[in-house]
Each structure stands twice: as structure tokens, then as C-alpha cells.
């Protein structure tokens, strides 16, 4: 079976956030909101996106950032993704594979568990 998609996480994956981790641990999302332009894409990840989408793949984030803060980022950086699996969507966060399956689901695409 070939490679159907990719399902990154957000912060500390896709972007660097690190300034705003004391208001994301305290769950402060307004605060974090109206922080957003200290949070920084990382190098080669608008070069690899456009790498998954031009092979065709889905692809998915998930993070344990509510989803208005998770499309705040990603629009910021005009990354659009085909599923977000975003805090209090599933049962488990991670590390637990539900964010993993649930975004499977999303994308139609099967998940090996």
C-alpha cells in the first residue's frame, strides 16, 4: 500500500510556540490569541507541505490547542489542511492514538492501529 497522508502536530512540529506555552499549559486561549505573532513557521515546512500536496497526499494536524487557536496558526501561515483533530474533539489527547485515528477518519484514509 502506497502512502495515502501525513498528519502532523502543531506546535513544536509545524511551528515553533514556545514563547506561548506558559499561556497554553494555563489554557489562557485569548491570551494566546492575541499572541499569535510570536509564534514562528520553522524552516522547510511550507516547502515540505507543498511536497505532500503536490504527491497527492491528505493531510491532517492535531494538537492540544483548541481548534479556533490551531486555524488562527495555520491560516497565519497559509496552511490548509484536509482534517484538524483539536483539543476536547476526542476522548484522549495525545499521546494517546485517538487524535491519529480521528484524523484517519477525516481524511478517509484507514488507520493501522
Given at each position: 500500500?502506497?502512502?495515502?497522508?501525513?498528519?502532523?502536530d502543531?506546535?513544536?512540529t509545524?511551528?515553533d510556540?514556545?514563547?506561548?506555552?506558559?499561556?497554553r499549559?494555563?489554557?489562557?486561549?485569548?491570551?494566546?490569541?492575541?499572541?499569535?505573532?510570536?509564534?514562528?513557521?520553522?524552516?522547510?515546512?511550507?516547502?515540505?507541505?507543498?511536497?505532500?500536496?503536490?504527491?497527492?497526499?491528505?493531510i491532517?494536524?492535531?494538537?492540544?490547542?483548541p481548534?479556533?487557536?490551531c486555524?488562527?496558526?495555520?491560516e497565519?501561515?497559509?496552511?490548509?489542511?484536509?482534517?484538524?483533530?483539536?483539543?476536547?474533539?476526542?476522548?484522549?489527547?495525545?499521546p494517546?492514538?485517538?487524535?491519529?485515528?480521528?484524523?484517519?477518519?477525516l481524511?478517509?484514509?484507514?488507520?493501522y492501529?
Amino acid at each position: 500500500m502506497s502512502l495515502q497522508s501525513v498528519i502532523f502536530d502543531l506546535d513544536q512540529t509545524l511551528v515553533d510556540s514556545s514563547a506561548l506555552e506558559p499561556y497554553r499549559k494555563a489554557q489562557l486561549w485569548d491570551v494566546v490569541m492575541g499572541s499569535l505573532d510570536q509564534v514562528a513557521i520553522y524552516p522547510g515546512i511550507t516547502e515540505l507541505w507543498q511536497q505532500c500536496r503536490a504527491a497527492n497526499l491528505k493531510i491532517a494536524v492535531f494538537t492540544n490547542s483548541p481548534r479556533r487557536v490551531c486555524e488562527a496558526v495555520l491560516e497565519r501561515f497559509n496552511l490548509q489542511p484536509d482534517a484538524i483533530v483539536a483539543f476536547g474533539e476526542v476522548n484522549f489527547q495525545k499521546p494517546s492514538r485517538a487524535p491519529t485515528i480521528r484524523a484517519c477518519e477525516l481524511m478517509g484514509v484507514p488507520a493501522y492501529t
